[in-house]
């Protein structure tokens, strides 16, 4: 029986499995929310759990996009009859919108998560190349192990 290499078992852990395609059952809106969202994280960002996530995040965004739209057509009107619909509108989009910017940062697709602190930027810069899991093997020649 041949004997398979210990490298053909490793199996690379990613967080998720590429860019993930808009669900069935998203409108119009909904899908382009989606592609927005994961065209600006990384390649293998989501995993099923971020997808529930963003599942939510593209309603809560669809809902606002719809709500932005009829605030518009309701200042475009101009009727004094209508500004208390105008105000409970605005209220229900700034919960909406807060919602929507909690579930971006659970996702980690704000521009803010990508940011290094000023006070970790040089520490960073000053962290070693090798890390101390990394193990390399030292090669020695044939002659010097006799």
Same mark, same amino acid.
């Given at each position: 029986?041949?004997?398979?290499?210990?490298?053909?078992?490793?199996?690379?852990?990613?967080?998720?499995?590429? +860019?993930?395609?808009?669900? @069935?059952? %998203?409108? /119009?809106?909904?899908?382009?929310?989606?592609?927005?969202?994961? $065209? *600006? !994280?990384?390649?293998?960002?989501?995993?099923?759990?971020?997808?529930?996530?963003?599942?939510?995040?593209?309603?809560?965004?669809?809902?606002?996009?719809? +709500?932005?739209?009829?605030? @518009?057509? %309701?200042? /475009?009107?101009?009727?004094?009859?209508?500004?208390?619909?105008? $105000? *409970? !509108?605005?209220?229900?989009?700034?919960?909406?919108?807060?919602?929507?910017?909690?579930?971006?940062?659970?996702?980690?697709?704000?521009?803010?998560?990508?940011?290094?602190?000023?006070?970790?930027?040089?520490?960073?810069?000053?962290?070693?190349?090798?890390?101390?899991?990394?193990?390399?093997?030292?090669?020695?020649?044939?002659?010097?192990?006799?």
């Amino acid at each position: 029986m041949a004997r398979r290499s210990a490298s053909s078992q490793v199996t690379p852990i990613v967080p998720g499995h590429g +860019r993930p395609t808009p669900p @069935r059952g %998203l409108d /119009a809106i909904e899908k382009r929310i989606w592609r927005d969202v994961v $065209d *600006a !994280l990384p390649d293998h960002w989501l995993d099923p759990a971020g997808q529930l996530i963003l599942r939510r995040l593209v309603a809560q965004a669809a809902i606002a996009e719809r +709500r932005e739209a009829r605030l @518009r057509q %309701l200042r /475009a009107q101009g009727s004094i009859d209508e500004e208390e619909q105008i $105000d *409970a !509108l605005a209220a229900l989009h700034s919960v909406t919108a807060k919602t929507v910017a909690y579930l971006l940062t659970q996702l980690r697709a704000t521009p803010r998560s990508r940011m290094v602190a000023r006070t970790a930027g040089p520490l960073v810069e000053q962290a070693p190349t090798t890390r101390p899991w990394d193990i390399k093997a030292r090669v020695q020649s044939p002659a010097a192990t006799h």
